[in-house]
C-alpha cells in the first residue's frame, strides 16, 4: 500500500500535468538538467580558484612585460596597468600589480601639482 509521501508525490505529479500539460514536461525537465549542470560547472570553477588561491605562495603577483600598441584593444586590466605605466614612462619589468598602482599613483599627483 502507498504510504503518505508517496501519495504526496503522485499528487505534484499530477498537479504539474494538468497545469503544464504533457507536452511542457520534457522542456522543464531540459531546463532543470541545464540549470544543475551549469550549477556544478560554477561549483568546479569556484573550487578550483580556490584551491589555486589556496596552494598560491604570494598574493602579489609579478605582470609580464609586454608592450601595447596605441591601436590594439585593451583586453585585460594587466594590459591597461602596463600601458598606462608606459604612456607616463614608467619602467614594468619585474614589478607587481600593487608596485605599478602605487608609481602609477605618484606620477599622476606629481602632474597635477
Not at 500500500?1 to 504539474?16: C, D, F, H, K, S
Not at 609586454?66 to 614608467?90: C, F, M, W, Y
Amino acid at each position: 500500500m502507498l504510504e503518505g509521501w508517496e501519495w504526496l508525490i503522485i499528487g505534484v505529479v499530477a498537479i504539474v500535468i494538468i497545469m503544464w500539460g504533457p507536452a511542457k514536461i520534457p522542456e522543464f525537465a531540459k531546463a532543470l538538467g541545464r540549470a544543475k549542470g551549469e550549477f556544478n560547472k560554477a561549483s568546479k570553477e569556484f573550487e578550483n580558484a580556490a584551491t589555486m588561491a589556496a596552494n598560491s605562495p604570494s598574493t602579489s603577483t609579478t605582470i609580464p612585460t609586454a608592450t601595447v600598441a596605441p591601436t590594439q584593444t585593451l583586453r585585460s586590466k594587466d594590459e591597461l596597468l602596463l600601458s598606462t605605466a608606459h604612456n607616463l614612462g614608467i619602467a614594468t619589468d619585474g614589478k607587481t600589480r600593487e608596485q605599478l598602482t602605487e608609481e602609477i599613483n605618484q606620477k599622476v599627483k606629481s602632474l597635477a601639482v
